[in-house]
């Protein structure tokens, strides 16, 4: 092969090589940027972005050496990041010294802007931190450390809004407010401490009076409350008590009035009684005396029957004796069945008449007591017929006595109705009274002491 030909295959090769190898290093200088992260890529006129969010997150890393297209660029995180300050040395507005841990929370706004600050994150995590320092140390140089202590929300507000204004600047904003999150005593410091003990002193002071009013308001309180209770207790017992004797007072007098009643009710029932029993006797007289006044029909009826009877036996036997001798036996035997089934149909007709008549007078009691028992106006009636008789029976005896009697009654007064208006007051204390004082009367004068010498018997003086 000629040497020409040598030479071009090597240079050819060569070309190859080189070609694989710029390949391979443009590959090598292809980044692609994190989710988390923005690089900033400066070239020589202009300043991009890659990322998320942004145009493309793809780009090729050329170095800075090469011309026209050498770049320079700057990663920074698009995630929140914190600045801790754990013991930072502040003072308060009388100088005391003291330490305080405050956090604050960042991310990055305009990846561009805190790229034209910084050269690395590291850089600008740093510049943070001198911002945040010195919006701590203005705003706790303006207070007492008591009031810091109790209002420490109100103090991580001043921080955020002290810190504000400069964080456009870095292209940075806060995601929350700064935490003020503790506050110590420096070294041979103890104010921090101080404070603390007069704080626990005062709330243990505060916790013991409180502890003491409520002690005695709850004993004030269970004294009152055995109070109300022991009037309650006094009261219901006064209640009871004049309860119990309103009870007992109307109860005795219901007691009382019960028995009135059933005294007034036996009173009552005993003079039903006594009328019940008045009826009864009068009733039973008058069913008595008609009892006496039928039987004495019956036995009137019964001997006309029987003077019939023997009548119509004798003629039967008459005329029997004018048979012939030869029928004697036959019409003795007739006569004897006729005789019999006389006295039979006799007994039978009596007894019937006498169950009858017995029965009649039973069954008129009866239902006379059932009328008389359920009826008050009937036995009220019975009762005027039987004094009405029972008057007039008197009156007549009375009459009959007064025939044979020589008894002359004589009425001085206006009118015949005032004198003696029933003779039987002769004989009342209302009538002897009236002779006493005739008799008086009559002594008054000659002729009736003459009078009155001649019943007595005694001589007369008159001369």
Not at 364 to 381: F, M, P, V
Not at 398 to 404: H, M, N
């Given at each position: 092969?000629?040497?020409?030909?040598?030479?071009?295959?090597?240079?050819?090769?060569?070309?190859?090589?080189?070609?694989?190898?710029?390949?391979?290093?443009?590959?090598?200088?292809?980044?692609?940027?994190?989710?988390?992260?923005?690089?900033?890529?400066?070239?020589?006129?202009?300043?991009?972005?890659?990322?998320?969010?942004?145009?493309?997150?793809?780009?090729?890393?050329?170095?800075?050496?090469?011309?026209?297209?050498?770049l320079t660029k700057i990663m920074l995180p698009v995630s929140n990041f914190a600045i801790d300050l754990p013991d930072y040395a502040a003072y308060d507005k009388e100088r005391v010294p003291f330490l305080v841990h405050v956090m604050a929370f960042f991310r990055?706004?305009?990846?561009?802007?805190?790229?034209?600050?910084?050269?690395?994150?590291?850089?600008?995590?740093?510049?943070?931190?001198?911002?945040?320092?010195?919006?701590?140390?203005?705003?706790?140089?303006?207070?007492?450390?008591?009031?810091?202590?109790?209002?420490?929300?109100?103090f991580g507000e001043a921080f955020t809004k002290e810190v504000q204004p400069q964080l456009g600047s870095w292209g940075v904003e806060a995601i929350k407010n700064i935490e003020l999150m503790d506050i110590r005593d420096s070294k041979e410091s103890e104010v921090?401490?101080?404070?603390?003990?007069?704080?626990?002193?005062?709330?243990?002071?505060?916790?013991?009076?409180?502890?003491?009013?409520?002690?005695?308001?709850?004993?004030?309180?269970?004294?009152?409350?055995?109070?109300?209770?022991?009037?309650?207790?006094?009261?219901?017992?006064?209640?009871?008590?004049?309860?119990?004797?309103?009870?007992?007072?109307?109860?005795?007098?219901?007691?009382?009035?019960?028995?009135?009643?059933?005294?007034?009710?036996?009173?009552?029932?005993?003079?039903?009684?006594?009328?019940?029993?008045?009826?009864?006797?009068?009733?039973?007289?008058?069913?008595?005396?008609?009892?006496?006044?039928?039987?004495?029909?019956?036995?009137?009826?019964?001997?006309?029957?029987?003077?019939?009877?023997?009548?119509?036996?004798?003629?039967?036997?008459?005329?029997?004796?004018?048979?012939?001798?030869?029928?004697?036996?036959?019409?003795?035997?007739?006569?004897?069945?006729?005789?019999?089934?006389?006295?039979?149909?006799?007994?039978?007709?009596?007894?019937?008449?006498?169950?009858?008549?017995?029965?009649?007078?039973?069954?008129?009691?009866?239902?006379?007591?059932?009328?008389?028992?359920?009826?008050?106006?009937?036995?009220?009636?019975?009762?005027?017929?039987?004094?009405?008789?029972?008057?007039?029976?008197?009156?007549?005896?009375?009459?009959?006595?007064?025939?044979?009697?020589?008894?002359?009654?004589?009425?001085?007064?206006?009118?015949?109705?005032?004198?003696?208006?029933?003779?039987?007051?002769?004989?009342?204390?209302?009538?002897?009274?009236?002779?006493?004082?005739?008799?008086?009367?009559?002594?008054?004068?000659?002729?009736?002491?003459?009078?009155?010498?001649?019943?007595?018997?005694?001589?007369?003086?008159?001369?």
């Amino acid at each position: 092969m000629p040497f020409t030909s040598l030479i071009l295959l090597g240079a050819v090769i060569v070309a190859v090589i080189v070609f694989v190898i710029l390949f391979f290093w443009v590959v090598a200088l292809r980044r692609v940027v994190p989710v988390n992260e923005v690089h900033i890529v400066q070239s020589r006129k202009t300043t991009i972005s890659y990322g998320k969010g942004f145009e493309s997150n793809t780009y090729y890393e050329w170095p800075s050496w090469i011309p026209l297209i050498g770049l320079t660029k700057i990663m920074l995180p698009v995630s929140n990041f914190a600045i801790d300050l754990p013991d930072y040395a502040a003072y308060d507005k009388e100088r005391v010294p003291f330490l305080v841990h405050v956090m604050a929370f960042f991310r990055i706004s305009d990846s561009n802007t805190a790229a034209q600050r910084v050269a690395s994150f590291d850089e600008l995590q740093h510049q943070l931190t001198s911002i945040v320092q010195g919006a701590v140390r203005t705003v706790l140089a303006g207070h007492e450390i008591d009031q810091i202590m109790l209002d420490r929300s109100r103090f991580g507000e001043a921080f955020t809004k002290e810190v504000q204004p400069q964080l456009g600047s870095w292209g940075v904003e806060a995601i929350k407010n700064i935490e003020l999150m503790d506050i110590r005593d420096s070294k041979e410091s103890e104010v921090i401490h101080n404070i603390m003990a007069k704080r626990t002193s005062g709330i243990e002071r505060e916790s013991r009076l409180v502890v003491a009013d409520n002690t005695r308001q709850a004993e004030m309180a269970e004294i009152a409350a055995k109070r109300e209770i022991e009037m309650a207790r006094q009261l219901a017992a006064e209640q009871v008590g004049l309860r119990t004797a309103e009870k007992d007072k109307n109860v005795g007098v219901a007691n009382e009035q019960a028995s009135q009643q059933v005294k007034v009710q036996q009173r009552e029932t005993a003079a039903k009684e006594m009328d019940v029993v008045q009826v009864k006797n009068v009733r039973g007289a008058e069913i008595s005396k008609e009892v006496a006044v039928i039987a004495a029909g019956q036995a009137k009826e019964v001997a006309i029957v029987d003077a019939e009877a023997t009548k119509q036996v004798a003629i039967v036997e008459a005329e029997g004796n004018k048979q012939q001798t030869v029928l004697t036996a036959e019409g003795k035997l007739e006569a004897a069945k006729r005789n019999a089934e006389g006295i039979a149909v006799e007994g039978t007709a009596r007894g019937s008449a006498e169950t009858a008549i017995l029965m009649a007078p039973v069954d008129a009691q009866i239902k006379l007591a059932e009328k008389i028992g359920s009826d008050k106006g009937y036995q009220d009636y019975l009762l005027g017929i039987r004094n009405i008789e029972a008057t007039q029976a008197v009156g007549q005896a009375q009459a009959e006595a007064l025939k044979t009697a020589q008894v002359k009654v004589i009425a001085n007064a206006g009118t015949p109705g005032k004198g003696l208006a029933n003779v039987m007051d002769l004989f009342s204390a209302g009538g002897g009274t009236a002779v006493a004082s005739m008799l008086e009367g009559l002594a008054q004068s000659e002729e009736g002491r003459r009078l009155l010498d001649k019943f007595t018997n005694k001589p007369d003086n008159t001369p």
